[in-house]
């Protein structure tokens, strides 16, 4: 990249995919490619067996016992819809309230903010402390009576943060007990061991390609019982049982939610990243990336100009570190790394609440995963010393030095 080898940090954008991800999927479609669901010839036989495999690996891999739970959708903001559209729109009215975090991506904010909205429902939201954790008193106050969805993330995208979902779920069921709990665990389960069954929420998303699988295929899983009660979210082919000119009724889940052709070589690649990330062991990606963490997080603390967002305990975050360089914008930070060969994001992350509440414009992130290794992190070090030469910082000129977001009010 620019004529270096590429150093890639951008994983909690998207991750790579491994060879054998992608011969599965061209294995589909060289070999076995045909509609599932409807055919009785043996190759729409062979693709359905591959689609519905693909979703026992993905139930297995998240622990969820039931496999007609996980349905199939494009990413975690299709996932995220269909519960704000299925289950929040009948279930959430004038003067319901919905809690989420002021660190939520776009995708779990936007919806539900446009949710309240059009329902006249109200959205809470709750802040996060110095260490990029939700504020738990905060937290506790906005659940009432009125409570009827609260949604948080697992992994944070920005600060890192890793959330104890077992133990919010289990705060929002003593305290509002009419309320459901979703969880964006998009960063998540591409990054460390999820058992969905143990967590004690209601409905729980994540996507494919940040997990080494494909682009436009995410998973929603749901409570069996709220699932069966939810009308679906598109209609069409596929997710009917019996058509008749007045009236029709609905598959079986989770195929009543999968209206038309699905995804079928984005399953089946998902399917072989989960067989990939299994091999590994999660127990070891998850120690892999903290090392990394605690290394990067290290090296940049040495650098004075250096502000780092969220906790700098690496147990207590994710493999992401959000950070700006002095008063310099995060897009020249971006730009700098680039001509090295080193590619991290930059810009709000589809995080502006978080930015704002932050009191900042923008910032820099570098993402790790499975094949990054301590000297691509020496590399990345070594970019942000160039920022800091290209620049003439001199940290003793500005008072920016600080480790911690901004405190909740
Ligand atoms: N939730 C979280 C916590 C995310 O980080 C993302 C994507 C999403 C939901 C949406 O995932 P999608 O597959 O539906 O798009 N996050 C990022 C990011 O941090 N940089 O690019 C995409």
Redesign the pocket.
Known sequence: MNGKPLVYL?N???SQKPRQVLEAMDDYWRKHNANVHRGIHTLSVEATERLEDARKKVADFVGVKDAREIVFV???????NLVAYSWGRLNIGRGDEIVLTVA??H??FVVWQQLALENGAVLKIVPVDENGEIDLAAFKKALTKKTKLVTF??????LGTVNDVHRLSGIVHRKAPRAVVVV?G??AVPHMPVNIDSIGCDFY?F????MLGP?GI?VLWGRREFLEAMPPFLFGGEMISKVSLGRSSWNELPWKFEAGTPNIAGAIGLGAAVDYLTALGMGNVRKHEMELTEYALKQLGKIDDVIIYGSKDSEKRGGVIAFNVGPVHAHDVASILDSEGIAI?SGH???QPLMEFLGIESAA?A?FYIYNTKEEVDKFIAGIDKVVKVFKLRSTDYSLRSTAVVSSQ
């Open positions: 951008d909690a954008a998207t494009r990413n975690a903001t299709e996932a995220i939520e991506h995708s779990n993330f697992h992994v944070s995208n920005v964006d998009a960063q998303v996507t494919g390609h940040k682009t995410g994001r992350h589809c995080a992130r993402s």
